[in-house]
């Protein structure tokens, strides 16, 4: 990749070591505490399925058990495998079942126990992560089956609600030319604390994000591949409150990308800041484990910020993400960091900014299959102008060389797309691919040009406010409204419940593999 | 009442030429697909009232289905001055002149308490009129010296949503919904209007708002006032002031 923005590399440098302290005693609190969701999460990799009459998942019963009698400043695992051992329960749907008519004495357990309910654990976390990645080879022996298909690549999105509707919409979907599908979840899941089960078929502006329906999904989009000759990817969002056990549950059905903010939910769901940063740590153990791109989730502060004022806010979310992703394992490969082209079009050089925004994300993260969103907040309902909008979404995409392009509906806050919006948007695409697709090749911006200054320009701001971030800290800033406009305090918003510090002896069978990647497989 | 009979403009005053595009689902595949594809758009425009059509664009889409965009000449006369419009009941103040208009008429803050409430997590509606940032080049109610602003969020129970603004002392309840899937934007209104009617008279304001709501609907959902798709922080703040801080009226 060609540099045009002749960036200083020292205030790069200082860009990611300010990430890196801002973002250090985030990563010190995750170390040190674990929450109700990362336990679920646990048993959902060691195999634990299904619900209970009312729809609440196993998981979710059996945590609260051992919540409510023994704690879980020791982890679910000891408890639960003791428990499993010293009885004749089948398994642990039958141990859960039983947790939750309050028919276990469950205790932390010692001595020659402990060592006999740790080996049974790992044991079952050992055959759950095995399962994770030999999906990650049967992903690569598709791609190769198949092929890769070219960048950048065209990400669309289907949300009727009913995973069987879904389905063909996704396929057709895949036959115009998406490489990626992406699932948009019911509305409101990620205020959920449980996921729920099976293959559903009712949701508000979305579909649940079920295993069944990752499933039946990903099996749907498989075979369209082999039909298409062409690997096409399945996304959906891992935010929110069941952040672990939606990443455990993509990476046992083979999902390929997964949203995964470390602010988002903080942001735009009022999800409390500690529980979101620890949970999103494991769950990116999780992804980076199973060979899955996260995409993150900054093109959304830019639709209630300024999109020219703001967008420094983008460049530092980018680079906290880059450096919460890379302590969790994570590759600059799966680093899918998100960017919008939401600049009002009234604004003098719009197109110009825009240009320089795309490319000084490229620029500052060579390596990353950067996600690029398209124009929403001034899409007027003219769909003319909206048309020639997300051309130019198009254009900017193209030159600045952006990884992942989602594409635009000339419809976009009018109503969910027509078949006919999702063509015509891809012909869009296509025609700006295929006409200006080698563009960048002679995109050279005028030394000290416009084009350069602005990408300077936000470059230093975004400095600057690394080091306010880093002087105040990550959750000071958070609560005063650095990001996205809206103030979230430490303490407040949803979840803070589940969010438990963990005990000396703390023991997680999942964190002891995927902390230390030789340790199977 | 005078009539004022217009026909769509194209470009020559009645010549009542409009575009409509549409899929149908039909394949346009084989020379005869397509003649039969072309034909029923045609049958369709005729059933619409365009006379003469002219199919000038059709595009198979997959197997099943195309596209197509007509153009045509409609005989229907439009009359103007049948249209009945709802003109807005109050004048458009600047912030200077809400926050007088507050202290002269209550001598305190203007309480609002927003929230999306239901399974409704959008609240990019409720943020654009109530976070300082606001919306359309405008500044949203919290930065109005005289409002006081209570966002509560997303997802937001009904009941606490009647006990919050009864601690906040709230003058008026903003309630934006965006998701409007089975038409759950009227039931949660209805909702509130239904949760707020044991308080009668002493209750507040209900402003309901989004981008799929009929605004001249206010009265049969129970509530006092709705505001569509494009509404801006001033004109929130006005109605507020003409509804709540009318001058002479001490509240």
Known sequence: MQTRLNLDPVLVREARALAARAGQPIVDMARTHTTVSIERAVLRLAGLQGADGDGMPWVNRLVDAVRDTVGLEHG????????????????????????????????????????????????????????????????????????????????????????????????????????????????????????????????????????????????????????????????????????????????????????????????????????????????????????????????????????????????????????????????????????????????????????????????????????????????????????LLDAFFNLCGVMTDQSILLIGMMTEGIHTPFLADRDLALENVRYVRDAAGRLGESFVPAPGGFIQRRGHEVLGESVALLRRISAEGLLTAIADGTFGITKRPADGGRGLDGVIARADGYFNPASDILENPGAIG | MTSHLVRPYGDTTGDGRVQVSFTLPVPFGTATARARAEGAALQLAAKMGLDPAMVVHAKGMGPDYTFFIVYGRVSHLVDVAQVTVTEREFPLLSAAEVNLRIRAALGRKLVVVGACIGTDAHTVGIDAILNVKGHAGEKGLEYYREIRVVNLGSQVAVPDLVTRATAERADAVLVSQVVTQRDAHVANARQLAAAFAPAGRNRPLLVVGGPRFDPTMAASLGVDKIFGKGTTPSEVASYLVHALAREGVAA
Not at chain 1, 152 to 163: C, F, K, N, R, S
Not at chain 1, 166 to 188: K, M, N
Not at chain 1, 266 to 275: A, L
Not at chain 1, 299 to 317: I, K
């Open chain 1, 76 to 387: 679910v695992a000891l408890p639960a495998w003791e428990a499993l051992l010293a009885s004749d329960f089948a398994d642990l749907a039958a141990l859960a079942e039983a947790a939750a008519h309050g028919k276990v004495a469950f205790r932390a357990p010692a001595g020659g126990d402990a060592a006999a309910a740790r080996a049974a654990a790992s044991a079952s976390l050992a055959a759950g992560i095995g399962r994770i990645d030999s999906n990650r080879t049967q992903r690569q022996r598709l791609i190769g089956e198949t092929a890769e298909p070219p960048k950048p690549w065209i990400y669309l999105i289907v949300a009727t609600g009913d995973i069987y509707e879904d389905i063909p919409q996704a396929q057709a979907a895949a036959r115009e030319g998406a490489d990626i599908i992406a699932v948009i979840r019911s509305t409101g899941q990620s205020l959920l604390d449980y996921v729920p089960e099976g293959a559903t078929r009712e949701g508000y502006a979305g579909t649940y994000a079920t295993q069944e329906n990752f499933r039946l999904m990903r099996a749907a989009l498989d075979d369209v591949s082999r039909e298409l000759g062409r690997y096409v990817r399945l996304t959906n969002y891992a935010s929110g409150l069941c952040m672990p056990e939606i990443a455990a549950l993509a990476g046992l059905e083979r999902l390929d990308m997964m949203l995964n903010d470390c602010m988002y939910g903080i942001i735009f769901r009022d999800i409390n800041p500690r529980r979101t940063f620890i949970d999103q740590r494991f769950s990116r153990q999780i992804h980076a484990r199973a060979g899955i791109i996260i995409n993150t989730g900054e093109d959304n502060y830019l639709t209630t910020a300024d999109a020219v004022d703001a967008a420094h806010t983008v460049v530092v979310s980018q680079l906290l993400n880059e450096y919460f992703a890379k302590e969790a394992g994570l590759t600059d490969g799966q680093l899918g960091l998100g960017h919008a082209f939401e600049i009002n079009p009234q604004v003098p050089d719009s197109f110009l900014l825009e240009l320089a925004h795309a490319q000084l994300v490229r620029e500052l993260f060579p390596d990353a299959p950067l996600k690029y969103m398209p124009p929403t907040k001034h899409m007027t309902g003219n769909v003319f102008a909206g048309y």
